[in-house]
């Protein structure tokens, strides 16, 4: 449009200074004809009408020196032209006529002026100017297609910039590519630089974390876990079986362990508690698929202990592990060694007190021979609904199949009071009876059930979201079994697209273990869940929070933090400046700290001091009856 008025207004003043210029030429060309004619009025008359009726003028006019007209023509018409009013009235060409004197011999016979008409000149700037019109326009569009896709190839890198600050709003400090762009690459290069600057600092807190936690919580000779982190995890094992039971604890001694020090030398004596400890821990590595999780201490000079969950067999592990031992003492035949054990299995209403002086009992009764022999308690749970895995699997499956389902809720507030959300849990129909998640868990996941679960789970979030007010904010903890199975999860993430609201007020919590074993997979997750606006989180953390790698590149909104560190958490200043450190460096990347299983009033005020947010409090519904401890 510039260039279009910038020409027309030339193109204007060009028109104007030639036609002007015609209008003198051809009225000194006239005069100088005139002045050689006879000054009879008729021939002055028929050479002006000759002139007008074969030029185009506008006026021609003979005055006399007096100023008074002798011959006059002037176009009085309308002029049949394509411009515009509105062009003629911004464009209207007003050019000064020409003027010239008639002479008579030596003295002067009148001034003649000549007018050009302005109309056709106008007319060809009308249609000058619509060829420019459509010319530049042409030109636009051509120079708009062109620039769009050169503009959208230069500006491609911006995509990245934008995705980077999107995660750098979501609390996820990832790096981009650096772009050729300078601009760009100057705005690219400093967000990097603070996310690298964030991942450095996390990883030197993450490595003196993990130090003072290896230190305070492992004995120094084996490497394993020492008595106040034994009994800590105990504690939070009885708190879990108070649904229903499933883990057994071993206590191991070793007969005459200083017999060593003094025969052989020190040394020996710790080579011996080194090999000990292997021997343990290939058993539990040779024997992992009979049970779930394992946790192994060594809670005095000679004493050892290892916790399950989820186990069945008690017998077959200890005869297994009897066998192990008696082919380690068969290399100390000069020394009058034993390593005597007791098991038993957790019952629901057992105490750390009650548990520990059982398989006490059952380890004095055992050593007592001080040879390596072994003593189990016959007190396996006698109350399962049903005798094998098939009843098992039939029942859940159909109580998924006839939506017999509800959940529990588990308030997590702040410490301020403010609710953060609901963390559920499913309960299934099974023969008539309402059963907490705890109850048929073990038995679920035996039989890989967890997908289905879930997944169920979600389909009856989808179905009462919109009647209960109470699941407004909802966290739902997803299982190994549906991260790994690729159709399970895709048809998790289909709901949260299909149903934005579900997705906008849920949050994915996380076990921390799974998260550090499958960390790519884990990481894939958190990326495709935050693009959808639903939230992750990791819960039962602690000692492998430390090796969770970039974890400023998670996006998670919390952790949840394991019963085992805050429990207790007033007379254990280790755990205390362990989990000070947790907090602030989750709080630096924008992380809210939440803690599990903990109802002391001191521990809670200890926590809120140490920096975390908030505490998962205990069900909403706790309807148990004394008939049935299990039924909600």
């Not at 000149?121 to 420019?132: D, F, G, I």
């Not at 297609?145 to 934008?162: C, E, H, M, N």
């Not at 989820?310 to 035949?333: T, V």
């Not at 380890?363 to 005798?387: G, W």
């Amino acid at each position: 449009m510039s260039s279009l008025l910038i020409s027309t207004y030339s193109a204007k003043s060009y028109f104007s200074s030639q036609l002007y210029l015609k209008n003198v030429d051809n009225a000194n060309s006239l005069a100088l004809m005139m002045s050689q004619l006879d000054k009879d009025l008729v021939s002055l008359e028929l050479l002006i009408s000759a002139t007008f009726d074969t030029g185009h003028y506008q006026r021609i006019e003979l005055q006399n020196p007096a100023g008074e007209v002798i011959v006059k023509r002037e176009f009085t018409g309308d002029f049949d032209t394509a411009t515009p009013d509105w062009f003629h009235h911004i464009y209207h060409l007003n050019v000064a006529p020409g003027v010239s004197q008639v002479n008579d011999g030596w003295s002067q016979f009148g001034t003649l002026f000549l007018e050009s008409h302005s109309q056709y000149t106008e007319q060809a700037l009308w249609q000058s100017a619509v060829r420019l019109f459509f010319s530049f326009l042409v030109v636009a569009i051509v120079a708009c297609i062109a620039s769009t896709y050169f503009l959208a190839k230069i500006l491609r890198p911006l995509d990245d910039v934008v995705h980077q600050a999107s995660a750098l709003g979501n609390k996820r400090f990832i790096k981009s590519k650096v772009p050729n762009t300078y601009e760009f690459a100057r705005l690219v290069s400093s967000m990097n630089k603070l996310s690298t600057r964030f991942s450095r600092i996390i990883k030197e807190d993450n490595m003196r974390l993990e130090e003072f936690r290896f230190k305070s919580q492992h004995d120094e000779l084996t490497g394993l876990a020492n008595r106040e982190y034994f009994l800590a995890t105990l504690e939070a094992q009885l708190k879990q079986s108070e649904d229903h039971a499933h883990g057994a604890l071993f206590l191991f001694t070793v007969v005459n362990l200083d017999q060593i020090s003094e025969r052989l030398g020190r040394v020996e004596m710790v080579n011996f508690l080194r090999e000990f400890t292997k021997t343990l821990i290939l058993f539990l590595e040779e024997n992992e698929d009979r049970f779930s999780e394992n946790h192994i201490a060594r809670i005095s000079h000679t004493d050892f202990t290892v916790l399950f969950t989820d186990i069945d067999d008690l017998q077959f592990l200890s005869e297994r592990i009897l066998q192990q031992h008696k082919e380690l003492l068969a290399g100390y035949s000069n020394v009058d060694l034993a390593i005597p054990h007791s098991c038993t299995y957790i019952e629901s209403a057992d105490t750390r007190f009650s548990l520990l002086k059982r398989v006490d009992n059952l380890l004095q009764v055992a050593a007592s021979e001080q040879s390596t022999q072994a003593k189990c308690a016959n007190n396996r749970n006698k109350n399962e609904l049903f005798d094998n895995a098939d009843s098992w699997h039939e029942a859940i499956v159909k109580a998924l199949d006839d939506n017999d389902l509800d959940v529990m809720l588990y308030p997590v507030y702040s410490f301020n009071g403010k609710l953060l959300h609901n963390q559920l849990t499913l309960s299934l129909l099974l023969n008539g009876e309402l059963y907490r998640w705890g109850y048929y868990h073990h038995w679920a996941k035996r039989l890989k059930l967890l997908a289905r679960l879930d997944w169920g789970l979600i389909k009856y979030l989808v179905q009462v979201i919109d009647e209960r007010e109470d699941l407004k904010l909802i966290s739902v903890e997803l299982s190994e079994q549906t991260l790994l199975d690729d159709s399970a999860l895709a048809a998790i993430l289909t709901y949260l697209l299909a149903f934005p609201d579900l997705a906008k007020h849920i949050c994915f919590d996380i076990k921390e273990s799974i998260a550090v074993a499958e960390l790519a997979v884990f990481r894939d997750f958190c990326g495709q869940v935050n693009s959808m606006g639903a939230k992750v989180a990791l819960k039962r953390v602690g000692p492998a929070f430390t090796k969770l790698e970039n974890l400023q590149e998670l996006g998670l909104e919390m952790i949840k933090v394991d019963s085992i560190y805050g429990h207790n958490i007033c007379c254990s200043q280790d755990n205390q400046t362990f989990l000070r450190g947790v907090c602030a460096m989750a709080h630096s990347i924008g992380i809210k700290v939440i803690a599990e299983g903990v109802n002391n009033p001191d521990d809670l005020v200890k926590l809120q001091t140490l920096g975390f947010d908030g505490v998962v409090s205990q069900p909403l519904d706790e309807g148990m009856t004394e008939k049935n401890e299990y039924k909600l």
